[in-house]
């Protein structure tokens, strides 16, 4: 009975060693076995290895890494039970870096902010692409990168006076005289100029500093529209103050003698005469009524009528007919009133 008892319980320490051992084995077995899920672009596979590295579960599973590819661990991490491993073949992209063209560049990635990362291709912080930086793009797709700069300078302006007007009706309508001169003022601005691939693409005022107030001019003009002359006041509608020369019927005025055709005519037919006087048709035109005022306390011409032109005659220039040379001599040339009559 006790050779018995001794010889079971020899057994049974057999056999529960042997239990121990089968779990203990079974349980090793499913701690080293480690379950991989493996992305190659966007296929998904389910893998289970005993490979303790990256590198080893890759070359246990035949996969290789093309040359410029991409994966999320280093080969040399070690391998984890439910580990996510991606892999992503390289891919060619042209980029756009204001005008200079990059063909064919490689990237692994899809995302643009991802490839121009990839590529060691940094953004300001105003640059931006086209498509934007969290769009996905396809191999051989062109992507734009627009560099933008800002530049800010300061720089000094004037500021214009403003004109204030007083009626005088002891002037002349048309007249004016100033009472207070005017003076511009300073101001200080700040400048922005946005340049995008170093092309101007707005300017905008972004600050304004007064440095002097402008000064304004005060000036009187004049509301009256008589003319004093020789027969009492005359009605006008404007006057100008012009540069007047004389001219006679000789042939140093005219260039024809005696005889010659046109002799003696005005260029509207009329026969020239002391109240004829020749004019610049774009300033004065022919046939209106006028009366020349002296400026220099020497009696009036009178009252004229613009019939005559002249080749020197152009602008605020006007030419007066007289009978002798002698006038004309006299008269040379001055500052006359031309007021425009109604």
Do not use: C, W
């Not at 596979?45 to 080893?56: H, L």
């Not at 005219?254 to 004019?279: E, F, L, Q």
Request: net charge positive; aromatic share 8%.
């Amino acid at each position: 009975m006790n050779d018995y008892t001794a010889i079971i319980g020899k057994k049974g320490k057999i056999a529960i060693i042997s239990l121990i051992v089968i779990v203990f084995l079974t349980g090793f077995i499913k701690l080293s076995r480690k379950n991989i899920t493996f992305q190659h672009e966007n296929e998904i596979t389910e893998y289970k290895t005993f490979s303790n590295t990256v590198d080893e579960f890759l070359k246990e599973k035949e996969i290789s890494i093309k040359k410029g590819g991409y994966i999320n661990y280093s080969l040399n991490d070690k391998l984890e039970d439910d580990m996510h491993i991606v892999v992503k073949d390289p891919k060619r992209y042209n980029i756009l870096v204001g005008e200079e063209l990059k063909e064919k560049l490689v990237s692994p990635h899809t995302k643009v902010k991802d490839i121009l990362k990839n590529l060691n291709i940094n953004l300001d912080e105003n640059d931006y692409t086209e498509p934007s930086l969290d769009s996905t793009v396809k191999p051989n797709d062109t992507i734009k990168v627009f560099k933008v700069k800002e530049v800010v300078e300061t720089k000094e302006v004037d500021i214009p006076y403003e004109t204030v007007f007083k009626d005088n009706k002891e002037m002349d309508k048309g007249s004016s005289k100033v009472i207070q001169a005017g003076s511009k003022g300073k101001k200080t601005q700040k400048i922005k100029t946005t340049f995008i691939n170093d092309k101007v693409t707005n300017t905008e005022i972004v600050k304004e500093e007064i440095l002097q107030n402008p000064t304004t001019e005060l000036k009187e003009r004049g509301t009256r529209q008589l003319v004093a002359t020789s027969r009492g006041s005359t009605n006008f509608k404007s006057s100008v103050v012009m540069t007047a020369t004389a001219y006679d019927n000789s042939f140093e005025s005219t260039g024809k003698n005696p005889g010659d055709r046109y002799h003696g005519m005005t260029a509207s037919g009329t026969r020239a005469r002391v109240g004829a006087v020749a004019v610049d048709p774009r300033v004065i035109p022919l046939g209106t009524r006028l009366y020349i005022e002296s400026l220099d306390h020497t009696p009036d011409y009178g009252y004229a009528t613009a019939e005559d032109t002249g080749g020197a005659i152009k602008g605020n220039k006007i030419d007066l007919f007289f009978n002798t040379k002698s006038e004309v001599y006299n008269f040379g040339r001055r500052k006359v009133k031309v007021y425009i009559l109604n």
